[in-house]
Each structure stands twice: as structure tokens, then as C-alpha cells.
């Protein structure tokens, strides 16, 4: 196979994906006409999956494929790495390139006074199917100081957990919602949001949500700052009763270093999220 020319066509592709991103960025905050900025996404989706179908290998025979061509593999030399011996950017790093993508989940919770707080996780799992539990990791800050996640969780025991579609607008959403407020103000600012009554709200935007009731906290051991918490998913928000269109959907996915990308795709575009403080 040419891999350099796959490669090539590839990069290519997802450089028009970029600047068609950031074009219709440009274009929303002009205010331009709606008809060509819908033109532009259109562009903008057919090129994405044309990306993909490149990345996953389904045009391999346009170029000559017949195999796969990795060559790392565990059938020779071996080198084994002490993640104790690492900072926490290169453990992270590592672990992260280990066991990616993982969804990147808007967990949604509200305070006993009311207060309605957002905040985008990676670190959540299913630990079991019957009876439907999942487990979820919360840090604290810099500061030592818990999530409000976990602080409404404690006074409510409610949270929403909900899964986004890979947009551009959506990810400067979570950046926006991830920067550190006061426990009274709320990142829910003016985005619009679907509302159950006696549970937090999901966005609008949302492609499905877990309702979950806190049912076990556990500090994690050793020198771990977080507190992991399973949580009973008591119900599913969809738009539909068709599971399998909720499969194929693409979500908004957590690679490795804070970057956030298309699980379906994760070279066709690339977006390093800023890191709160």
C-alpha cells in the first residue's frame, strides 16, 4: 500500500475539516446569511466523513491496501515503563493513549438551594448491567477543595449524565462551562436545556442522558485525591425507542492530553480543550 499517499489525502481532508470549522465559526459571529452558513456545514459533514472512511480503512483498496500496516505490536522487543516514575502530564498521556477514546459526559447536578451546576467528565464507566450501575471518578482542585458535582450529589443525590454529538459549539460550551465558578453561580448561563421535573436538566443539544440516583461512595486509596461514586441509572433520556440509531451515532469523545475529538473518527479533527484552574 501507499501509505504515504493515504496519509497524504488524509491530512488533507482533515485540514479542509478544520478550516471549515473555523470558517463557519467566522461566519456565526458575523451574523452572515443562514443558507450559506448551512452550505458550509454541509461541506463541512461530507468532508468529515469522507475523512473517516479514509482513517477506518474502508478506501483502502484505492490505494493498493491489503493488510494492515502497524508495526507495533508485542512479538519482540518489550519495554516495560514504571508509571510511578512519571509526572502527572505523562501518566495521564499514557494512560489516556492505553484506554481511548472514552466518551466525554456533561454531568448535570442541582444543589439543595437549587443552584444547577455542569460539569464535562471522562472518567465513567458501566460497572454493571443488572442491576444498571455506573461508576464515575471526582477530583478535587488545586486547592483540595471537592466538585460541586460531588457536593450536589452528597445534598441531592440526583445527576444527569448526558452524552454530546462531535460540534465545534458544543466543545466551546463545556470549555466555557468547566471554568471554575462560585458554588451559588450556575454554568447553565443562557443555553437552552430540557427539564424533568425532580431531576437535573439535560441540554437541549443532548443525543441521549442517564438519569442516576447516588447510591455508594468509596475514597479511592493510596495518594489519590477523588472520591469515586457509583451512580443507578433509574432512567434514559432518548429521542428515540430505536437503540441501534443511538449506536450509530457519532459522540463527543476525551483522547489523550485533554483533547476531545469524533468517536467515530478521532483524526478527522482535533480540538485541546483549555484546562481550567
Known sequence: MDGDAKEHVLRFLQRCVTYADESIQRKKDRGENEDIIAQWETYREFT??????VQRGDLNDWFGATENTSNLDLSEDVHRLDPASFDHRERSAWLGAVVTPRPLHLVSTISKDGIRNIAPMSSISVV????????????????????DTLLNLI?????????????????????????????????????AAITSEGW??????????????????????????????????????????????IEKESVLTMLTDNEVSDARAPDTWRHKMEKSD
Open 48 to 53: 468529515a466523513y469522507a475523512a473517516s472512511e
Open 155 to 191: 445534598e441531592t443525590e440526583r445527576a444527569t449524565l448526558s452524552v454530546l454529538p462531535p460540534h465545534m459549539d458544543i466543545v466551546r460550551w463545556i470549555e466555557a462551562s468547566a471554568r471554575p465558578l462560585p458554588s451559588n453561580q450556575s454554568e447553565w448561563m443562557e443555553h
Open 200 to 245: 437535573p436538566d439535560a441540554p437541549a443539544a443532548s443525543l441521549v442522558a442517564l438519569q442516576t440516583t447516588l447510591v455508594a461512595r468509596h475514597p479511592l486509596p493510596e495518594d489519590a485525591i477523588a472520591e469515586w461514586v457509583v451512580l443507578r441509572v433509574d432512567g434514559i433520556l432518548s429521542p428515540t425507542l430505536n437503540r441501534e440509531l
Open 128 to 147: 454493571s448491567n443488572s442491576p444498571p450501575l455506573i461508576g464515575m471518578s471526582l477530583s478535587k482542585d488545586r486547592k483540595g477543595r471537592s466538585r
